[in-house]
């Protein structure tokens, strides 16, 4: 076991975990950060993204010693009063259904959007095409990302 010292939605943890445990176990088991959620555990759903240096990376896959030194951010910490575009696009258009995959969509949705603020469908539907969504709200979920992309961009 070692120590680590991580940095988590702007507040510093300090973790004693083998190396190889991937950011998922570490978020949930360790710190409490459920929002997070584990869906396959081979990266392929998208259930565990959070944000890795702003990027929307897969937690499942990534051991906790690849992420000294980076900002990491969770579901936690996208928002204080979930009033990110992207959650509150969410709420207006009533995405969810079940819910699990929720967090994920809406971590890659937010880091697409930060990129990508006037994305054409094809390019939204080609950047959530790796969340799985088993209740099928694909129609939603994209609905809502080109609306927040456009709340974004008034914004800025």
């Known amino acids: 076991m070692k120590k ?3 940095k988590i939605n ?13 950011l998922l176990w570490v978020l949930r088991d360790e710190l409490g950060l459920v929002g997070t959620k584990f869906g396959c555990g081979i990266g392929q759903c998208g259930a565990c993204t959070v944000h890795f240096n702003g990027s929307a990376t897969r937690s499942c896959l990534l051991p906790v010693s690849a992420v000294v030194g980076s900002e990491i951010t969770t579901i936690e910490g996208l928002s ?12 207006e258009l009533d995405v969810p259904q079940c ?3 929720q967090a994920g969509q809406i971590m890659t ?3 697409f959007i930060e990129e990508n603020q006037n994305p054409s469908r094809e390019e939204v539907r080609d ?18 990302v080109v609306l927040a992309a456009k709340e974004k961009q008034s914004n800025s």
């Open 109 to 111: 949705a937010s880091a």
């Open 80 to 91: 204080e009063n979930n009033d990110h575009p992207v959650q509150k696009a969410w709420q």
């Open 99 to 101: 819910g699990y995959c």
């Open 4 to 6: 680590f010292q991580l």
């Open 127 to 144: 950047a959530m095409h790796g969340n799985i969504c088993r209740c099928a709200a694909y129609n939603r979920i994209e609905n809502a």
């Open 10 to 22: 702007g507040k510093t943890y300090k973790v004693k975990v083998d190396e190889t445990t991937p």
